[in-house]
């Protein structure tokens, strides 16, 4: 994913906008940032936070949350909790395999490569109209398929198991 964070989206994000028009808050670990990536540490519009607890602030408060993990995985949790705050989540398209019930334009949007997703992000970024459409889809959404008691104590343990790893390395 740093690869089409750093190489792809961030320099078309900043062709397009302006390092004067946008945020890039990166949240989680970054201390291992490989050297080729270190400059954008310095970058006026970009700001390495670092883990943060609790989330729900950081979620409520962004436009859009971007996820740009490219591998194809199970259900990413880290799109599941930015749903259950009703974000308006921009991915990239190989994240669907594990979510089957997002559905591009409705209440997620899915880009296949960086120019597709900065794309999504300059009109999600322009169109707010658009941005309450997939947030509200997108809580509902979860209010549907990770609400129930099958799911929240699945969900509950995968966080857990999350935040053990993250407290342990």
């Not at 409705?106 to 707010?128: M, Q, Y």
């Amino acid at each position: 994913s740093l690869p089409l964070l750093f190489d792809g989206v961030l320099p078309k994000l900043l062709e397009k906008l302006g390092a004067d028009n946008f945020e890039l808050h990166i949240i989680g670990r970054n201390e291992t940032l490989p050297d080729i990536y270190a400059h954008w540490r310095n970058h006026p519009s970009v700001f390495f936070r670092g883990p943060i607890t609790p989330l729900g602030p950081e979620l409520i408060n962004a436009d859009v949350v971007l996820v740009t993990v490219p591998g194809r995985t199970g259900r990413r949790m880290r799109i599941v909790h930015s749903l259950s705050y009703g974000c308006c989540i921009i991915a990239h398209i190989n994240n669907r395999f594990g979510l089957p019930e997002l559905m591009h334009g409705e209440s997620i949007l899915f880009g296949k490569n960086s120019e597709e997703l900065t794309l999504l992000i300059v009109k999600a970024l322009r169109d707010p109209i658009l941005r309450d459409k997939i947030s509200h889809a997108a809580r509902k959404i979860f209010e549907k398929s990770y609400t129930s008691k099958i799911r929240m104590p699945e969900i509950i343990e995968h966080i857990h198991q999350a935040n053990l790893k993250a407290t342990t390395t």
